[in-house]
């Protein structure tokens, strides 16, 4: 939001009044939108904890030949661990960080590990 608002012209939607026509609310709510969206262009948040996520864009990667513009080499790495560190200690994972292990979750982190490049002989593939 201040990035948004640290540019000449923005400034953030009136919050002490109501739109009185449909098109007063749609503009005030690009408008706060508009100060939520990065310079980028994409709405970034925090989603972190589901393990059904990340396995199901690695395995589009995958089938999509690798590109290295979606996933370049170190971003494999640091997918691969941050997967690791979410394993639990039976040797699975669940389906989100906090929940204990399921088939589901631990075979999708299993295979995303496996098609990141982790051999089948690594701690994390055996336990």
């Not at 009044?17 to 098109?23: E, H, N």
């Not at 640091?78 to 699975?92: E, F, I, P, V």
Request: aromatic content about 10%.
């Amino acid at each position: 939001i201040r990035a948004y608002i640290s540019q000449p012209g923005n400034t953030p939607p009136d919050l002490t009044t109501q739109p009185s026509t449909a098109k007063d609310a749609v503009e005030k709510a690009v408008k706060f939108y508009g100060m939520l969206q990065t310079s980028d262009g994409h709405w970034a948040g925090d989603y972190g904890g589901p393990h059904f996520l990340l396995p199901g864009m690695i395995i589009v990667w995958y089938v999509l030949g690798q590109p290295p513009q979606m996933i370049n080499a170190a971003q494999a790495k640091c997918m691969a661990h941050y997967l690791m560190n979410h394993q639990q200690t039976d040797g699975g994972w669940g389906t989100h960080i906090e929940s204990p292990s399921t088939m589901f979750g631990s075979t999708l982190c299993y295979v995303a590990l496996r098609l990141l490049g982790v051999p089948p002989t690594h701690k994390s593939s055996i336990r």
